[in-house]
């Protein structure tokens, strides 16, 4: 006995022209995603080559101005870019918006370095605990007898690490913290960031705090409860 052949069904037009556009408006942000990302990496690529090719020669610091916030802007970003895929806070500001208010905000010293005419550096201070956000605790200094500087962003150049602006910025920062009377240089550093860890700890930098990050996994499970037997209706 044979088995009879089942009827082709028919094809719904409108549910292909669906999933046809579907497809064709999913290809369409992935193209204009990796267009973005191929533009955004030239632009990084044009910016490493250029200081790549610069020629020896000085470096200088000076206060930020309000026009030099893009320029910085991207700088931060492309200085920390690595360094972001392996900690669990951001180290540099967590938005472009953050970044400007901080140039408006009283008593933040914030020095670009140079080297010709590009942004090889960055440093970020403060000469009091600033923000509602921060995470410093103004008394652990005040019971210590210490009146700290503190440093909230300190940036080196990929290509320019090993050439002495490190160094630069670090003496730049002492020398701002004698002038106002400060007797300590206070920054945080996620404890995986090992090459900024060991910059630090060759200039004499000592851990005051024990704070890490910890995690513990949790068994999934569903978020309602399964079907439950109804009790039957009262006699």
Known sequence: MTTPKRP??????????????????AASKKQAASKKKAASKKKHDEFDSKIASSPSGSLTVRR???RDINRVWEFLKRSFRDVNR????????RSKERFEETYDDEGIEQ????????VVGYAECAYEVTGSDNWINPRYFDSRDMRPLFVEELAT????????VGSFM???LEHLARLHGCTHLVLEVAENNENALAFYKRRSFQKIDAAIFMA??????????????LKPAPA
């Open 8 to 25: 082709a069904t028919k094809s719904n037009p409108t549910a292909l022209a669906k999933k046809a556009a579907s497809k064709k408006q």
């Open 64 to 66: 930020m101005h309000r």
């Open 86 to 93: 392996e900690t669990v806070e951001y180290q540099r500001p």
């Open 111 to 118: 020095l670009v370095f140079e080297g010709g005419d590009e």
């Open 157 to 164: 150049h990929p290509q320019y690490q090993g050439r002495g």
């Open 170 to 172: 670090m003496e730049q």
């Open 216 to 229: 513990k996994k949790i068994d999934r499970a569903p978020d309602l409860l399964p079907p439950r037997k």
